[in-house]
């Protein structure tokens, strides 16, 4: 009796065991595993049910602290905790359950859930997100006309060769995005060496290119700068000498204009004073020399009349 009552427990205990595992397994879909470039936006949806309740959002990133959204229907209240502001709902939780990442970092890389309550139970919708990185190579020519050559990269940082080989030593610099960027400078051994090849040797990236800097066009672009540069100098002293040579002045003096001299008024009798006093002396003159005449003609003993 006893054996058969262990035995009755026994099996009513497995039939709850792989009925919580089959629920389980309903309620929790298989890791959706998602992409994003770094520096642009991603988007993880979560599933639609109905009659729900509450949705939450768990972030379990790679790196920093952890963060959750969440939006409780019932009383139309949202609650971020631990959030940047680069991580929110899509757009309003009330018709769009959705989680957006702006301007996407390698930090963010990790794992996300989406939780959803309803009168059935809870339903999990996880996401693993992956920030990918793409590779840059840049080869170029200095202001020196020696080959340079970068190239930016995801840790661990890329491997920079030459073809001819280099006695440059690269130089890394990682950056607070999480990728890090090689610099070479081309050293050639020999004189001639302004013809290489450059080769970024990574598990993102593995390109190969050539580059020739000793091109004559650059020497013929200098000399053809300096003869113009002469041109307009002998351009600008014959014509300031043609100037010259024709009488034209860049710097004339004015003329100041004609000032009319100006005299006070005077009293009319100022001028005619001295006529007048000029005439009564011919008057007086005159006078005299009549009565002269006059006693001469006259006889002895008779004066003029008066």
């Given at each position: 009796m006893k054996a058969g009552a262990d035995m009755e427990?026994?099996?009513?205990?497995?039939?709850v065991f792989m009925l919580l595992t089959i629920i389980r397994l309903r309620r929790t879909e298989g890791i959706n595993r998602v992409s994003a470039h770094l520096g642009h936006s991603t988007v993880m949806t979560c599933r639609n049910e109905t009659n729900i309740t509450m949705v939450t959002w768990k972030t379990s990133p790679k790196a920093g602290r952890q963060c959750t959204l969440s939006y409780l229907?019932?009383?139309n209240k949202t609650e971020k905790i631990n959030c940047s502001h680069r991580i929110n709902w899509r757009?309003?939780?009330?018709?769009?359950h959705a989680l957006e990442i702006q301007q996407v970092e390698?930090?963010?890389?990790?794992?996300?859930?989406?939780e959803v309550v309803n009168a059935d139970g809870n339903f999990?919708?996880?996401?693993?997100?992956?920030?990918?990185?793409s590779p840059r190579m840049a080869l170029y020519c200095d202001d020196h006309g020696n080959?340079?050559?970068?190239?930016?990269?995801?840790?661990?940082?890329?491997?920079?060769?030459?073809?001819?080989?280099?006695?440059?030593?690269?130089?890394?610099?990682?950056?607070?995005?999480?990728?890090?960027?090689?610099?070479?400078?081309?050293?050639?051994?020999?004189?001639?060496?302004?013809?290489?090849?450059?080769?970024?040797?990574?598990?993102?990236?593995?390109?190969?290119?050539?580059?020739?800097?000793?091109?004559?066009?650059?020497?013929?672009?200098?000399?053809?700068?300096?003869v113009l540069s002469f041109l307009i100098i002998i351009m600008f002293a014959a014509v300031i000498y043609c100037l010259k040579l024709h009488g034209y002045r860049f710097c004339r003096k004015t003329k100041p204009p004609d000032i009319v001299p100006t005299y006070p008024l005077q009293d009319d009798t100022v001028e005619v004073?001295?006529?007048?006093?000029?005439?009564?002396?011919?008057?007086?003159i005159y006078n005299s020399v009549s009565d002269l005449t006059l006693r001469q003609n006259l006889p002895q003993g008779q004066s003029p009349a008066t």
């Open positions: 427990i026994a099996g009513k205990a497995v039939c229907i019932d009383s757009s309003r939780p009330d018709w769009d390698m930090a963010d890389e990790g794992n996300y859930t989406c999990h919708n996880p996401y693993h997100l992956t920030v990918l990185v080959p340079v050559c970068e190239a930016e990269t995801e840790k661990p940082a890329a491997e920079i060769s030459w073809v001819p080989q280099s006695n440059s030593t690269p130089r890394a610099d990682s950056h607070s995005n999480g990728t890090v960027t090689v610099l070479s400078r081309f050293a050639a051994r020999s004189s001639d060496g302004k013809n290489a090849t450059c080769i970024v040797s990574h598990t993102t990236l593995n390109e190969a290119k050539s580059i020739d800097c000793s091109s004559p066009h650059r020497y013929l672009i200098l000399c053809i700068a300096i004073e001295p006529y007048t006093t000029y005439v009564q002396k011919e008057n007086a």
